[in-house]
């Protein structure tokens, strides 16, 4: 598959002074002149440089206080012989990109706004009230509703839309509709937890036509006594006139549950991928009007009902999704192939770390643009592949003497899951760059920080066989955030 942009995967690291607290450039001067202190010295080396024949690394650390000064450290390997290449540049301000991107995905969340229980609820208690007077009902969500009401959100090239609506072509406007609502709730049956409360405000409103009016709306939720934000959770993407929903979401937060659907009417598995069509109107002022055919919806594939996400990405020209989730203690790899009509590969890989009651803490994964690279504990990188018209394993295992330890340090302190380090699969040989350093813990303020203080890069080749070669160094850039460094955007781009 042709990779449209480039494979540059900006990371953030904050690396914190020793301290803990925060310093900034005194001047644009004292920041050129600590530029040029910068060097590398390698600390170790294991197999052989030729493994990395033809191997280019960019590391970039952005650091910023009255201006941005940005070094870009250049490992690259030829010969057999590593050499290291460090430059500098200083900008008063950053560029940013500020266009405004496409989405193409479609969101399913519940809303119980649109439950005839709550609807019922709130008229008997709006019949008490006065004109513009107001009242809010506190009460247990499960005992008015064994499943949520659903509704989507969906969005194609930068236009969005509701499945609240419909397009009527005639009259060239826009009219409510229950329908769509009504057979993705029955679809998506999400159950509601017995232990989440809600606060519902009912408006009493001038009668007309001699039927009373009122309004209402959920203003609140609540778990455990704290507020809680209710399901966003099945998701979906737009490829060439069709949605495919394919994911559902699974939380680390212990105030958002897992996504827990119930079976529809048939029984049947509710965890399944599901293409939605679309259709086109031409709407109003000429502009593009999408809305779901929900009558010709079709199933084409499913996935285990104990199924927990691990991670997902989307490939470089749309067409495909690949996923990862863990199953009875088990990485499964997927990929959803949209323009085969979302054809379903599967493909068991590995037991998910040494502990399965916490799997998370003991693997990672770098999604690329085609492939991706799953990392776990006493097993090694599995690198999930194309090849031919589906997609195939590579397993490079790992010693845990050499490199894993170094890299493991970087591995067990995420930001937003945010990894300091990059991955590239090529020829047979998977390719690492990252950060190196060391975890420390604080205190300041009466809390408790975990951190990562870096001091230095590192680099490992890998084939089917195992390590081929590790090379570390250290760098006197990391000690800079002693004097003028409060933080560092790192960036790895393996060329």
């Known amino acids: 598959m042709e990779n449209r942009r480039p494979k540059v995967w900006m990371l953030v690291l904050a690396v914190l002074a020793a301290s803990g607290v925060a310093f900034t450039f005194a001047s644009a001067s004292s920041i050129r002149s600590a530029a040029d202190e910068v060097s590398y010295v390698q600390k170790s080396s294991y197999g052989d440089p030729s493994a990395a024949e033809g191997i280019s690394v960019r590391f970039t650390n952005t650091a910023w206080g009255s201006g941005y000064l940005t070094w870009f450290t250049d490992l690259s390997v030829s010969g057999g012989k590593e050499q290291i290449n460090v430059s500098h540049k200083y900008e008063d301000s950053l560029t940013r990109d500020t266009g405004d991107p496409t989405r193409d995905e479609i969101q399913i969340y519940a809303e119980l706004d649109d439950s005839p229980a709550l609807r019922e609820l709130a008229e008997e208690a709006a019949r008490g009230l006065q004109v513009y007077e107001e009242t809010t009902l506190k009460i247990k969500v499960s005992e008015y509703m064994d499943y949520a009401p659903v509704t989507a959100q969906y969005f194609v090239g930068t236009r969005t839309f509701n499945s609240r609506l419909r397009f009527d072509p005639e009259g060239k406007v826009e009219e409510p509709t229950d329908r769509t609502n009504e057979v993705l709730s029955s679809l ?5 937890p017995d232990d989440v409360s ?3 405000r009912v408006v009493r409103t001038p009668d007309k036509d001699g039927q009373m009016n009122f309004n209402y709306y959920v203003s609140s939720l609540e778990k455990d006594n704290l507020s809680w934000a209710y399901y966003h959770g099945i998701y979906g993407r737009y490829y060439e006139g069709a949605f495919y929903v394919y994911l559902y979401d699974f939380s680390d937060d212990p105030y958002f549950d897992d996504l827990e659907l119930g079976s529809p009417e048939d029984g049947s598995n509710p965890y399944k991928i599901y293409r939605i069509p679309v259709i086109e109107h031409t709407g109003i002022d000429g502009h593009l009007w999408c809305e779901l055919d929900v009558d010709n919806i079709t199933v084409c594939g499913e996935f285990a009902e104990d199924a927990g996400g691990a ?6 020209d749309g067409s495909r999704a690949m996923l990862l989730t863990i199953s009875g203690g088990r990485f499964t790899a997927h990929t959803v192939d949209f323009a085969q009509g979302g054809k379903l590969q599967s493909m068991d890989l590995c037991a998910a770390g040494p502990y399965e009651d916490d799997p998370a ?5 770098i999604f690329k643009d085609d492939y991706f690279v799953l990392n776990v504990d006493g097993y090694g990188y599995c690198v999930v592949y194309p090849s031919g018209s589906g997609y195939a394993l590579f397993h490079a295992p790992t010693d845990g003497k050499v490199e894993a330890e170094e890299l493991a340090r970087w ?35 009466r809390q408790s920080y975990n951190g990562v203080r870096g001091d230095g890069i590192c680099l490992a080749v890998y084939t089917k066989d195992g390590l081929q070669y590790f090379g570390r160094w250290t760098s006197t ?9 409060n933080e560092l955007t790192c960036g790895i781009e393996i060329r």
């Open 188 to 192: 998506f049956r999400i159950k509601v």
């Open 198 to 200: 809600a606060a519902v």
């Open 311 to 316: 991670g997902s990405a989307v490939s470089a």
């Open 361 to 365: 803490l003991h693997y990672d994964v």
């Open 411 to 445: 591995r067990t302190h995420r930001w937003d899951h945010v990894k300091p380090y990059d991955v590239k699969f090529e020829n047979g040989r998977l390719i690492v760059a990252a950060f190196a350093g060391s975890r420390f813990e604080e205190v300041a303020d």
């Open 477 to 485: 850039l990391f000690d800079l955030n002693q004097v003028l460094i």
